[in-house]
């Protein structure tokens, strides 16, 4: 019943940009801590940026910040990553994930219950 479903992964230049989306049923993003990670081949999956329900704040990893935004449209039940100055490194299939059970604190992807499909990012030249 629960369902996530990101969308707007594409090929890009490096230093373009993206701007991802995550459409949500069966569950009101408003009320949960929701967040984007990311996984390539070969590697963990990693933490890219989160809003803790309880206060607010926002998380980012180091080699994203300043470039990535994450944001939520609780009207729209949709949670977005707005992704600038993209590099290489950002290549990877990216995913929206949500917390229910409000445990998650930061970026640690096992403190997650719900996740999409992933939607596949490639920056390359």
């Known amino acids: 019943q629960v369902q996530l479903v990101e969308s707007g992964g594409d090929r890009v230049q490096p230093g373009g940009s993206l701007r991802l989306s995550c459409a949500a049923s069966?569950?009101?993003?408003?009320?949960?801590?929701i967040g984007w990670f990311r996984q390539s081949p070969g590697k963990w999956r990693e933490g890219v940026a989160t809003?803790?329900?309880?206060?607010?704040?926002?998380y980012y990893r180091d080699s994203v910040k300043g470039r990535f935004t994450i944001s939520r449209d609780s009207a729209m039940n949709m949670m977005y990553l707005q992704m600038n100055s993209l590099k290489s490194e950002d290549t990877g299939l990216y995913f929206c994930?949500?917390?229910?059970?409000?445990?998650?604190?930061?970026?640690?992807?096992?403190?997650?219950?719900?996740w999409g499909q992933g939607t596949q990012v490639t920056v390359s030249s």
């Open positions: 994930a949500v917390d229910i059970t409000g445990r998650a604190t930061g970026l640690e992807s096992l403190e997650y219950d719900y």
């Open positions: 069966g569950l009101s993003l408003s009320y949960y801590t």
């Open positions: 809003i803790i329900n309880s206060d607010g704040k926002t």
